[in-house]
Structures are given as C-alpha cells and as structure tokens.
C-alpha cells in the first residue's frame, strides 16, 4: 500500500513537471493503442512539444480505458486525459497515430472530428511506418522474396516448435562457439558472442525482419543441425518430411542469395527507419537521410551480376559452416 502511495506522488510530481515544461504552449497528440494483461483495450496518449530550451520533446502523459475504438470514444478518452491536465485541445499543432493498430480504421474520423475544434491540429503519418509498409508491399509482389519470407518463417515455426528443439539449437549452439574459441578463430571478452535467438518478424516491423536475418545467418549451421536431427528422429512422418523439404531449400545458392541480399537492403532499411523515429528528428535531416539511403540502395542495383559474385563466398561459408 505505501509502495502504492509512493508511485502515484512520484507520478504526479512527474506528471506536473511535464505540464510545467509545456508551459501552457502548443503541442502535439501521439495516440496509440494497447492492451493490459486482461487484454482490455487502453489509449496511450503522449505529448511532443518545444521545451524551454528549444528541444524537441515527447513525453507520455497517461494510459486511458477505452470501452470501445470508435471515434466518439478514442476523442472524448483525448479530450478527457487533456482536461484533467488543463490542457486546451485549441492548442493541438499535430496528430499522430498508429496506422497498423486495430483502430486503424477510425483513424480517419478521428483526425478529422480533432481538426474540426483545431483546424491547425495537422496529421502526419509516421515516416518509419510508413517506410516499413512500403517494404512489406514491394517485398510480396516478388515471388522469390515472398516464398524465401514464407520458407524463413516455417524454419522459426519448426526450429522453436518445442523446448526440446530450442534446447538443442541453443547447445549445438554453444558446442560451434566453443570449437571456435579453441581453434582461436574467435576471442573470448564480455558482452561478445550472446546467445542468439529465433525470433518471428512482424508483418509491419522490418527492424524484426532484419534481427531476424541476421541471426539467421549466424547460426545457420545450427539451425541445420536441429533440422537434420528432426528429418532423422521426428515424432511424425510429417514433421521429418517438413524438415527435409525446408532443409533441401535453405540450402540452396537462390536462398542463401536472397538470405544475404536482404539483409544488406534491411540493413539500410533498418539504419533509415532508426534514423526516422529519433524523438529530436525533423523533414530536412529525414530528407537528406532518405536521399542517402536511396542513393545507397540505387548503387547496389547498378552492381547487378556483380552481386551474385559478392554473394557466393557466403553460400561457400554458409555449406561448410
């Protein structure tokens, strides 16, 4: 109880030194959507503002119980946690919301009902979403990028299908690394040489697509070995098939291709879309910045066949691994 206490002073306080940075001026909304552990729907609500010493600033003012997404609920939830911190919607400069969460489809109304009270209160689509979405359309309309994403997830889906297949990626895992060491190919230190992980990219979050890939590639030969292990001692005839089939694709030079070359396009991808969600960010270095990764990406194009002869040494590496 006292612990309770405690966190809703420091909140207030904090809460109050926020409003007080404001200072009564103009500011912008940030609204996304996410549920607690109850799965019950709530409304995260930040504010972006110019402080005092002319710095760009986000500041999360208040998660908010939303009994329904409509855009009545989702304006008056706004309107309501602004009220409570005598903050006018008058003064609203920008909205911003989360164009792939499941209120998606009010986002239009919403902006619109917000801009009607304050014809200022402008809506600006977040460039990295916006950036990952255009990823995601181009990548689906290339047959070869689309079914090396479906092979990737059915490794992750077969490979971390049971702990006792995670246990055994995670020790031969960690057998390849100490070989490593003994052979003197790899220097022990700390933090050097984590564990590495599978994990399932999202749809939208190419950032997960690029940590996906990458550490797909460094532990290739494990995830081999878990996949040579099932084809020998699956349960089913249907899970050793499985293994077989995706062991004789990833095998081969057009995967590892298409592995590398889209970690190299991700890599520039990722770097732009982390450059894009820097809190102090602005249109002119978000610019620049899109003109450099543009001119990146168009360079690598004009390499052509060229590339196939950079990617080789790593299908070579990837077999004998």
Same mark, same amino acid.
């Given at each position: 109880?006292?612990?309770?206490?405690?966190?809703?002073?420091?909140?207030?306080?904090?809460?109050?030194?926020?409003?007080?940075?404001?200072?009564?001026?103009?500011?912008?909304?940030?609204?996304?959507?996410?549920?607690?552990?109850?799965?019950?729907?709530?409304?995260?609500?930040?504010?972006?503002?110019?402080?005092?010493? $002319?710095?760009?600033?986000?500041?999360?003012? %208040? #998660?908010?119980?939303?009994? +329904? @997404?409509?855009?009545? *609920?989702?304006? !008056?939830?706004?309107?309501?946690?602004?009220?409570?911190?005598?903050?006018?919607?008058?003064?609203?400069?920008?909205?911003?919301?989360?164009?792939?969460?499941?209120?998606?489809?009010?986002?239009?109304?919403?902006?619109?009902?917000?801009?009607?009270?304050?014809?200022?209160?402008?809506?600006?689509?977040?460039?990295?979403?916006?950036?990952?979405?255009?990823?995601?359309?181009?990548?689906?309309?290339?047959?070869?990028?689309?079914?090396?994403?479906?092979?990737?997830?059915?490794?992750?889906?077969?490979?971390?299908?049971?702990?006792?297949?995670?246990?055994?990626?995670?020790?031969?895992?960690?057998?390849?690394?100490?070989?490593?060491?003994?052979?003197?190919?790899?220097?022990? $230190?700390?933090?050097?040489?984590?564990?590495? %992980? #599978?994990?399932?990219?999202? +749809? @939208?979050?190419?950032? *997960?697509?690029? !940590?996906?890939?990458?550490?797909?590639?460094?532990?290739?030969?494990?995830?081999?070995?878990?996949?040579?292990?099932?084809?020998?001692?699956?349960?089913?005839?249907?899970?050793?098939?499985?293994?077989?089939?995706?062991?004789?694709?990833?095998?081969?030079?057009?995967?590892?291709?298409?592995?590398?070359?889209?970690?190299?396009?991700?890599?520039?991808?990722?770097?732009?879309?982390?450059?894009?969600?820097?809190?102090?960010?602005?249109?002119?270095?978000?610019?620049?910045?899109?003109?450099?990764?543009?001119?990146?990406?168009?360079?690598?194009?004009?390499?052509?066949?060229?590339?196939?002869?950079?990617?080789?040494?790593?299908?070579?590496?990837?077999?004998?691994?």
């Amino acid at each position: 109880m006292i612990q309770k206490d405690i966190a809703n002073a420091c909140a207030k306080e904090t809460l109050k030194a926020i409003i007080g940075d404001l200072n009564g001026d103009y500011f912008g909304i940030l609204v996304d959507e996410s549920k607690d552990i109850s799965h019950k729907e709530q409304m995260a609500l930040v504010l972006r503002f110019v402080n005092k010493n $002319g710095e760009v600033v986000e500041r999360f003012i %208040g #998660l908010v119980h939303v009994s +329904d @997404t409509s855009v009545c *609920s989702l304006k !008056k939830a706004i309107y309501s946690l602004l009220s409570v911190h005598s903050l006018s919607p008058s003064k609203i400069r920008g909205q911003g919301y989360d164009g792939a969460s499941n209120m998606k489809g009010e986002i239009n109304g919403l902006k619109t009902l917000i801009m009607k009270d304050s014809p200022s209160a402008y809506y600006i689509h977040c460039f990295a979403h916006q950036l990952q979405l255009t990823l995601v359309a181009i990548a689906k309309k290339h047959l070869d990028v689309e079914d090396f994403f479906d092979h990737v997830s059915n490794v992750l889906n077969v490979v971390g299908g049971s702990f006792k297949r995670r246990d055994l990626l995670r020790d031969h895992q960690a057998k390849k690394l100490e070989q490593l060491f003994e052979s003197g190919e790899l220097q022990k $230190g700390q933090g050097l040489h984590q564990e590495r %992980g #599978l994990q399932r990219p999202g +749809d @939208t979050r190419w950032g *997960s697509h690029f !940590k996906t890939l990458d550490s797909f590639i460094v532990i290739f030969s494990s995830i081999v070995h878990v996949l040579e292990m099932i084809e020998l001692e699956g349960s089913t005839s249907s899970d050793r098939n499985q293994a077989e089939y995706l062991l004789t694709k990833i095998k081969t030079f057009k995967f590892i291709f298409v592995l590398h070359l889209m970690l190299k396009v991700l890599a520039m991808s990722n770097e732009l879309s982390m450059i894009l969600q820097k809190k102090d960010q602005d249109i002119v270095n978000a610019v620049e910045f899109l003109n450099i990764t543009k001119k990146r990406l168009q360079d690598m194009r004009k390499m052509d066949g060229n590339l196939c002869w950079m990617m080789f040494p790593h299908f070579v590496m990837c077999m004998i691994s």
